[in-house]
DNA sequence: CCGCCTTGTTCATGGGTGTGGACAAAGAAA
DNA sequence: TTTCTTTGTCCACACCCATGAACAAGGCGG
């Protein structure tokens, strides 16, 4: 069950965020269609956390650096280090496509780091953005991770949904596509997801976090490339373990 | 009306915050006082919009970096100037109290940017700590910056509330104290709202945002030092903005 | 100044949601 | 293995809160 009021707070952070400028009552509930009176509820608790505040009088709430803090207290506890955010830039630069860094999140991937490709036509991601875990390369590079329990119990609530021929439809696929990167070398995933999408992924742990290197971009550009892309994410990924 | 879940959202992100390493589903419910179901939706909602995410399976979830990301959209924005958080830093160092930003929010004060004393008897405040505005010398100094019919609109939502026996009990003995503060060239609290507590402020006009620049500490170390220190911000105050 | 329109605020109520409890799954102990 | 405890997941229902509607307060044009 999803809680409305909670992914209220999210969409009006994110509505501040791609505005730019305090927003009063109206314009809030005008531009995310919501109830006026909901509006002044919900805008009423984030002000008296002292999340919100009143840059001019009369021209509506804005958010207080409050929420700064807090995501850098939160995110320098578990930092990424500066080696593989580097190891991004570079692999961009290389490859000309969208490089980034996913995490498990229940039977989804997310990616927690992205350094996105700067040709027009690319794969298109941000942090916070999630795949199904089953059928993405990223996805199965952290399963790989895993203990066999651990991914069982997470590969049973995957509801298995054909996204286009090459899908996998059963655990037993899953596990054997593992099994085949494992000894490959690499994780790929060719228009298993989305059509036209192709990745290429390495596990990643670091200080015993299950994460995925990923490269990715149209399975055109991707296609011919796979093995010598894996090779050189390999070499980064050894020399960014290393420092 | 407060809405419950968009504070419980707050709440755990302040949790996880101070907790700084991911926590399992029972950790939230227990630490926080929630029911297992109800944390079960909330954590889900969370994860699902890609805010939260499983560092290492079975150990529980923390927020991915797409807060940050988007608090810092949100910051970058309305930023202050680099010149600003250096004067805070001056005023702390130079007299050894604690020195803030504070702007309108309703009929609150509240700590856009502070910088505390490091003495360990100290005025103890955070960004996005409230006050009232109207018995605070930073609430002045910012409603003294308003137009006479907001600032009015402002002062007929207030609970006037005794904290002491300074506590101005009534809107036209607010509206004293501001002409008075005007003339004399600075915002001063004595005690009115916290015993013990006193504050020196200006107002900070800063690309039409209406803000107050306050210095604050225990009233024994201020009292006699206020008309230095009001000269010294002033000052700064003059430095920075034509900077 | 007076209307008119927009914005902000309050409140009673019924539809949606938080929650207790039942169940399932995974460790822990034996 | 089996049993016991802990943790995670699901669901129906009572209750509470989101909301529509009414009201108050500004703002604006005439």
Known sequence: MIVRQAAHVLELLEYFASRRRPATLSEVAQDLGWPRSSTFNLLGTLAERGYLYEPRAREGYYPTPRLLHLAREISEAEPLPEAVTTLLRDLV???????????????????????????????????????????????????????????????????????????????????AEIRRSVERGWFQNLAEFSQDLCGVSLPLPLGGRQLALVVAGPLNRMQERIPALAARMRRGLDHALAA
Request: a negative charge; aromatic letters at 6%; hydrophobic letters at 40%.
């Open 93 to 175: 630069e290389e490859t000309g496509e969208t490089a980034g860094i996913a995490a498990a999140s229940g039977t989804e991937a997310v990616f927690i780091e992205v350094c996105e490709s700067p040709r027009p036509i690319r794969y298109f991601a941000r942090v916070g953005l999630r795949m199904p875990i089953h059928n993405t390369s990223c996805g199965r590079a952290i399963l790989s991770q895993m203990g066999a329990t651990e991914r069982a119990s997470v590969l049973r609530k995957v509801p298995f949904e054909r996204f286009g021929p090459a899908t996998p439809m059963s655990v037993s696929e899953v596990e």
